[in-house]
């Protein structure tokens, strides 16, 4: 398959302009996406277009990346009800070092035909005086042209409007496409579908400051199979930042994806091919309960972003749910794990010494809702102190068995677990 053949068998492709795929297939072209750090991390809705890069540098062509620390000062009103919070310059440059590295891991900067760069538009940005940038950009553009685009219609609708500020960011995004063409030959821009409108604004600058032809392509939004926003959640989208969303979390987000979600993820964000992508949608059509497909989408993606190290943790801390040995992890790898069961906190001084019984710990805990009921589960075989069975009822629970003297983990039967957190 050529690109648009693959991204559009992959289901990447929303909508471009004439000629795209002709360009693409009868010359290698230099092709960016520009990357917003107004957060230290990038989530997985940023998947997409990363992936969109791996792919257009596999078939040739040369991928930049734009980490805008120069637009993140204005702000980007598309998909926004409001004005986001300007960061400081010094938090955007920091933000921008996080990106470029989570960057790396995805593209290829060394290859000799085709190298990925990363590049900081607030090298030209930052430089470039008001004046001139209305004189060499400002007159190209009409106020009726950039009020039908929808990223800035959508806010004219709203009370609160639309600042003047972030009214310019159209133009900002458009004169990045005009560096990067007159200094990188670049002729493609592409960009989420809610981005069509600024990137074409790029296209028609190039057309009228140069008298060239430059393309777009932009990326469908990705909604789940109920029509949700992808990698929304009570939290927040999963970033790829380890410290904001741990390999564990990330993993279990993609483990969890649902069976009518799953091969369609599989095409947008794994380089897996047809017949390996069908043999997993024969899985999922024949024996959905062995998730053989999610379990494949969790490990690849998971060790894009995180490295088989990260895999290895995530597979492991997925094993401790099911009854897994537990040593290795530290308290704070099992809050992780286990944020989502009952918690309670009980003094760490009640557990030195000879400590407490175990039978009253569990019913402290709520995994027994009595002394004697505790004892009864323990006699039964029914209970798990750190994933290790309990077999004499007269036990006590001392501090040296709290992990790193913080965490008590309690399991009644197969799946029901408790959290004793030491204060």
């Not at 609160?160 to 560096?179: H, K, N, P, R």
């Not at 028609?204 to 990705?222: E, M």
Request: proline share 4%; net charge negative.
């Amino acid at each position: 398959m050529d690109i648009i053949e693959e991204l559009t068998w992959r289901g990447a492709i929303f909508d471009s302009t004439p000629d795209t795929g002709d360009m693409l297939g009868r010359e290698k072209t230099t092709v960016y996406v520009g990357f917003d750090p107004t957060t230290r991390s990038l989530h997985v809705g940023n998947l997409v277009p990363i992936m969109g890069l791996v792919r257009m540098q596999q078939h040739g062509h040369s991928p930049i990346a734009i980490a805008g620390a120069g637009t993140a000062m204005i702000g980007d009103p598309s998909g926004r009800d409001d004005e986001r919070q300007l960061l400081s310059v010094e938090k955007i440059d920091e933000n921008v070092e996080n990106i470029k590295l989570q960057l790396s891991h995805f593209l290829d900067f060394d290859v000799k035909t085709n190298p990925a760069r990363v590049i900081n538009n607030a090298d030209w940005l930052r430089k470039v005086g008001m004046t001139d940038f209305l004189r060499d950009v400002g007159k190209y553009f009409t106020v009726n042209y950039m009020l039908s685009k929808e990223s800035v219609a959508g806010r004219m609708t709203r009370e609160q409007g639309i600042s003047y500020t972030e009214f310019s960011y159209m133009l900002l995004q458009a004169y990045d496409y005009l560096v990067l063409h007159d200094e990188y030959g670049c002729n493609l821009q592409m960009g989420g579908s809610d981005q069509w409108g600024n990137i074409l604004a790029g296209v028609d600058l190039i057309r009228r400051a140069r008298g060239h032809q430059a393309h777009a392509l932009s990326y469908p939004l990705i909604t789940t199979s109920s029509g949700a926003k992808f990698g929304k959640s009570v939290g927040g989208a999963p970033t790829l930042d380890p410290e904001e969303t741990s390999p564990y979390r990330f993993y279990q987000f993609w483990i969890n994806v649902d069976d009518a979600d799953v091969i369609p993820y599989m095409k947008l964000f794994t380089l897996m091919g047809q017949d390996e992508i069908a043999g997993f949608e024969e899985s999922v059509n024949t024996e959905p309960q062995k998730r053989e497909a999610q379990r494949a989408l969790a490990q690849t993606v998971t060790e894009m972003v995180h490295g088989p190290n990260g895999v290895n943790t995530a597979q492991r801390a997925t094993g401790v749910l099911f009854g897994g040995e537990m040593h290795g992890f530290s308290a704070s790898e099992l809050l992780d794990i286990f944020a989502d069961v009952p918690s309670i906190q009980m003094q760490k001084d009640e557990f030195a010494g000879e400590g407490l019984p175990i039978a009253q710990v569990l019913a402290g805990s709520g995994a027994a809702k009595s002394n004697g009921e505790a004892r009864r589960l323990i006699e039964g075989g029914g209970v798990y102190l750190n994933n290790q069975r309990v077999s004499d009822a007269r036990s006590r629970v001392t501090l040296e068995q709290a992990i790193d003297g913080e965490v008590i983990v309690l399991r009644r039967g197969a799946r029901n677990y408790f959290m004793v957190q030491l204060a």
